[in-house]
C-alpha cells in the first residue's frame, strides 16, 4: 500500500467489517444492517476515505464531469471557450477535465477513449480540424461509443458529423465573418488586400476565413490574386516572420487581412518593422476580438467571435434533463460580427 493512502481495505480493517460489507455500503445496492452501515460510514469519515473512478464505476452513478479536449491552453480564444464551459459546469454542479493534445491527432483520439473510461458526462473537442474521410470515420465511431455509455460528444468550432450522428455542435459563422471583414476592406477603397494566415493542412478555421476572403473579393470584382495569400501558423512570431519574407517582394499590399489576432500581431511588428505605419500606410484587420486586440497600437479591428458564450452552449446542449446525453443530435450556430477600431483606413493616395 502507498503510504498515508487509505483504501478500502483500510477502511474495513478500522470498522471491524469484510471488505466485501464496505463495498456494499458504499454501492448502496445490497442490504446492510443498520448498526454495521453506521461503523462503515464513520470509518469512512473518520479516515478521509475517497473513493476510486472503479469504485464509483461498481455504484452505477456517473463521475459528474465534462472533459474539454483542446489544442493548446495558452490560446486566447481556447482559454475564452474554457471559461464559458467552467462557468456552465460549474453551475450544472460537475467537474471540468481540461486535456491538451498539442495539435496530435492521436492524442486527441486517446484522451477521448480516456474520458469514455472515466465516465464523463460530456466530451468536448475545441477547434479546427483537417476534415477528412478518416477523421470523420473516427469522430462517428466514438460519438456512437460515447453515447452507448451514456455520454455525448460535443464539436465546438467543427463541422457537424453526417446526419443522425449522436453528437452536439456548436458553431460560429467563421466564413461569413471573413466575408465581412474582407468587404470593409474593400469599401473603403482597398483592392490589394493580402491574407495571412493559410494553411497548408486545410485546417477547417482557416479555410473558412480563406473561403470569406476569397467570397467577397468575387463579389467585389476583384480578381483573387494567389500571390497575395501567404501561408503561416497561427502564431506571433512565425505571422511577422511570414510577412517580413513577404516584404521583401515590395509592399504591393495596401491592407493585411490577418487570420487571427495573433497573427495581426505579428504582421504590425513586421510592417512596424519595414518603416510602415498602421493605418496610414497600410490597414490591418484581424479576427477573434481576444487579446492582443485592444492592446496593440493602433487598436485592432477584428471579428468578434463569442467564444466564452460558445462554451456555455456546448454544456447546455451537451446534458439532458438527468444530466446524461439529450435524446436528440443538438446543433447550434452562433454569430460572428466586426468590431471598428483605429487600425483601418482608405488606401494611400
Known amino acids: 500500500m502507498v503510504p498515508g493512502r487509505v483504501t478500502l481495505r483500510s477502511v474495513a480493517e478500522h470498522a471491524g467489517v469484510s471488505m466485501a460489507t464496505v463495498s456494499r455500503v458504499l454501492a448502496d445496492n445490497y442490504p446492510v444492517a443498520p448498526g454495521t452501515r453506521r461503523r462503515v460510514l464513520r470509518a469512512v469519515r473518520e479516515l478521509d476515505y475517497v473513493a476510486n473512478t472503479h469504485a464509483r464505476a461498481l455504484r452505477g452513478r456517473r463521475t459528474g464531469s465534462v472533459a474539454f479536449v483542446l489544442n493548446d491552453v495558452r490560446g486566447p480564444s481556447f482559454a475564452q471557450v474554457a471559461h464559458g464551459i467552467e462557468e456552465e459546469t460549474a453551475r450544472a454542479g460537475l467537474l471540468s477535465l481540461i486535456c491538451t493534445t498539442h495539435g496530435d491527432a492521436e492524442r486527441e483520439l486517446a484522451v477521448v477513449r480516456l474520458m469514455r473510461e472515466q465516465g464523463a458526462n460530456a466530451v468536448i473537442l475545441i477547434g479546427g480540424v483537417v476534415d477528412n474521410a478518416e477523421y470523420r470515420r473516427q469522430m462517428t465511431t466514438i460519438a456512437h461509443a460515447l453515447d452507448a455509455s451514456g455520454s455525448r460528444l460535443v464539436l465546438c468550432g467543427r463541422p457537424p458529423l453526417a446526419p443522425g450522428t449522436p453528437t452536439t455542435v456548436v458553431e460560429y459563422d467563421n466564413e461569413p465573418g471573413a466575408f465581412a471583414i474582407t468587404s470593409r476592406l474593400l469599401a473603403e477603397g482597398h483592392r490589394r488586400v493580402l491574407f495571412l494566415g493559410a494553411r497548408a493542412d486545410g485546417s477547417t478555421t482557416a479555410a473558412g476565413r480563406l473561403a470569406g476572403y476569397r467570397r467577397a473579393l ?118 460572428t460580427h466586426v468590431v471598428i477600431r483605429d487600425s483601418t483606413a482608405p488606401p494611400p493616395r
Do not use: I, K, N
Open 218 to 335: 468575387t463579389s467585389m470584382g476583384v480578381p483573387a490574386s494567389p500571390e497575395l495569400v501567404v501561408e503561416c501558423p497561427f502564431a506571433r512570431a512565425e505571422a511577422q516572420a511570414a510577412l517580413r519574407a513577404r516584404l521583401a517582394r515590395g509592399p504591393d499590399f495596401t491592407a493585411v487581412f490577418a487570420a487571427t489576432d495573433e497573427v495581426a500581431a505579428g504582421a504590425l511588428g513586421a510592417l512596424q518593422d519595414a518603416g510602415l505605419a498602421v493605418p496610414r500606410d497600410v490597414s490591418l484587420v484581424g479576427y477573434d476580438d481576444v487579446a492582443p486586440a485592444t492592446d496593440l497600437h493602433p487598436r485592432l479591428t477584428t471579428v468578434h467571435v463569442p467564444y466564452a458564450e460558445m462554451g456555455r452552449t456546448a454544456v447546455t446542449l451537451a446534458l439532458g434533463p438527468d444530466g446524461g446525453p439529450p435524446p436528440e443530435p443538438r446543433h447550434a450556430l452562433l454569430t
